[in-house]
């Protein structure tokens, strides 16, 4: 499971994102001031990203970069400072994102997932009993293995990275197939009845409508140098769109 150290003085803010990133499978690890922090990072607690903001007491998040960089913390500011000359400090100090307050926690879990696809990608990822070996790109369902087309392979494995987040067909259609989305498509829905099949989750993967996006609400862990889930969020979706659940 991925540590996202949270690095935020203002409580509400600090609770909300520890509260929706452990709903997304991730273990929040928070601090309040940058003295705090600092001295968790000193004492050599392994965090898998941190997301900080700046304008912190005692010391501000431009000031943890380094600490952080030292030991191998990749970082992101969530910050209401605004201003060009701050974004270009952080992002020329070596933050990976900057993002603006007020944020979408949607947005921030995405580009979270995209830093830790970076730092960490490949390894081993388990849902139940099927493991996928993500560099060999082979399933094994206990020790047999799944034999999935290279599309299939794809589409579960954006799934597992995925779970409790509510996702379009335009969004999966853009990331798995790279093709912009025009009307409706079948083409999900086969190759999600081919995952049943052939995965044996017919009663954790399937397509629902919903006047609001729902979630993937997989019971699941994911284990490899870093471990691996997303969000969860409920949101008004005006096209009702079709959404997959692990």
């Known amino acids: 499971m991925y540590r996202i150290f949270v ?4 409580d509400a803010i600090n609770r909300l994102l520890c509260m929706n990133l452990s709903i997304a499978g991730y273990e929040p690890i ?3 001031d940058g003295l705090e922090a600092l001295k968790m990072i000193q004492n050599g607690e392994r965090f898998d990203v941190a997301i900080v903001d700046v ?18 913390i990749p970082v992101i500011y969530l910050t209401a400072k605004n ?5 270009l400090t952080g992002l020329t100090t070596g933050a990976e994102d900057y993002i603006v307050k007020p944020f979408e926690v949607m947005e921030l879990l995405v580009r979270m997932e995209k ?3 970076r730092h960490c990608s490949g390894g081993i990822i388990t849902i139940r009993d099927l493991t996928i070996h993500v560099d060999e790109r082979v399933v094994f369902k206990g020790d047999q293995p799944i034999l999935l087309k290279p599309l299939e392979f794809d589409l579960l494995l954006f799934f597992a990275r995925n779970q409790n987040i509510a996702l379009s067909r335009e969004k999966i259609l853009a990331e798995v197939w790279g093709m912009n989305f025009y009307g409706e498509s079948r083409t999900i829905d086969i190759h999600v009845s ?3 099949k052939k995965t044996g989750l017919p009663n954790r993967l399937y397509i629902q409508h919903y006047g609001y996006g729902r979630k993937f609400n997989g019971n699941s862990g994911q284990r490899s140098a870093c471990g691996k889930c997303s969000g969860s969020i409920e949101w008004p979706d ?3 769109v079709r959404i997959l659940q692990l």
Request: aromatic letters at 2%; a negative charge; zero cysteines.
């Open 55 to 72: 304008m912190l007491p005692g010391i501000d998040g431009f000031h943890l970069m380094e600490p952080l960089k030292a030991h191998g």
């Open 7 to 10: 690095i935020e003085d203002d």
């Open 238 to 240: 005006r096209r009702a």
């Open 115 to 117: 830093v830790l696809a």
């Open 83 to 87: 201003d060009l000359e701050s974004k």
């Open 194 to 196: 081919q995952l049943r």
């Open 30 to 32: 928070p601090a309040k």
